[in-house]
């Protein structure tokens, strides 16, 4: 498989397994995603469908590349949410506000600044930063690779 053929696959894995992890943490784990959870999951529906794209569509390098950039957005996103979970910033959503600033009372509030899970002191934003912005970074520098 050349590079261009590897960029593409990894353009489609990625997303689809860091999707399929968030919906096994959802329904699985019973981890009800926050608002900000959601954010990092748009760019990835966004990378898998340009990434399919890059397989029928000309000129697949551009197509895997704008994957890669998508993918690595969803990384960016779950930084930010990392370090609001973190408590190194302050989020910019209502789910980051004290109960008494929350008038709404008719569905439950999933706070963004908590994370509900973490392994070896990491939440699942902060691993969605790592490996989305490691996979995005990869799919756009093989997808620029030419011999």
Not at 77 to 105: K, L, N, P, Q, S
Request: neutral net charge; glycine residues 12%.
């Amino acid at each position: 498989m050349d590079t261009l053929g590897k960029a593409r696959l990894l353009a489609v894995l990625a997303p689809a397994a860091l999707l399929g992890g968030a919906y096994v943490a959802q329904y699985g784990l019973g981890l009800p995603p926050c608002e900000m959870c959601w954010w990092q999951r748009y760019p990835h529906f966004a990378a898998l469908g340009i990434g399919l794209l890059a397989f029928v569509i000309r000129p697949a390098r551009v197509w895997t590349a704008l994957a890669g950039l998508a993918i690595l957005t969803s990384g960016l996103i779950g930084g930010y949410h990392a370090g609001v979970e973190y408590g190194w910033w302050e989020g910019i959503t209502a789910c980051t506000a004290t109960g008494a600033d929350v008038m709404d009372f008719s569905t439950p509030l999933i706070r963004c600044d908590v994370a509900p899970w973490s392994l070896w002191g990491i939440s699942l934003a902060g691993f969605n930063f790592l490996i989305s912005c490691a996979s995005g970074a990869a799919v756009v520098a093989l997808a620029a690779y030419r011999k």
